[in-house]
């Protein structure tokens, strides 16, 4: 077989993203419980696989296809841990179209297991150029998005 390597990379929705990813030992901390902060990497696949399934890839990102060097930075995070996971666990992270407020864009996102929502967050991301200065979302990249000034 030629060619790359498929990964999984969950499901489009209508609105939304859906992608599983299993507990391993190196999420968890000693007592086989997730970290709290390996839910920042389970969060950032979800949002990182959902943009990639829209067309925005973070490689033509930084190589410039929209004029000049970008890249998504997070400036906020809100998040709400309700539950724990465990070690071997199936989690799905479910991410959904936010808002777009200037240079913010808010993604909502959850991590459940089977239908028991675990976390729940709203993590809003800017666009920056290599000296981490801001940029305006370009008309391109919103119409892939799905975007448009008020509402992703």
């Given amino acids: 077989m030629s060619g790359t390597p498929q990964v999984d990379t969950g ?3 209508d609105a939304a993203h859906r992608l599983n990813q299993r507990v391993y030992f190196e999420h968890t901390d000693f007592s086989g419980i997730v970290y709290h902060a390996r839910y920042l990497d389970f ?3 979800g949002r990182t696989d959902y943009v990639r399934m829209l ?3 973070h490689s033509a990102m930084r190589d410039g296809a929209y004029g000049e060097s970008l890249a998504f930075a997070v400036h906020r995070m809100e998040i709400d841990f309700k ?3 465990s070690i071997d666990d199936v989690l ?3 991410t959904r179209r936010g808002t777009l407020h200037g240079l913010r864009l808010v993604f ?3 991590i459940k ?3 028991e929502v675990l976390l729940e967050a709203k993590v809003t991301v800017v666009l920056v ?3 981490g200065k801001p940029r305006r979302y370009p008309p391109e990249m919103l119409a892939q998005l799905g975007v448009t000034r008020d509402k992703f």
């Fill in 11 to 13: 499901t489009l929705l």
């Fill in 43 to 45: 969060l950032e696949h």
């Fill in 55 to 57: 067309g925005v890839h």
């Fill in 83 to 85: 539950k724990s996971a």
């Fill in 92 to 94: 799905t992270v479910e």
């Fill in 108 to 110: 909502d996102q959850c």
């Fill in 113 to 115: 297991r089977d239908t």
């Fill in 129 to 131: 150029n290599p000296e």
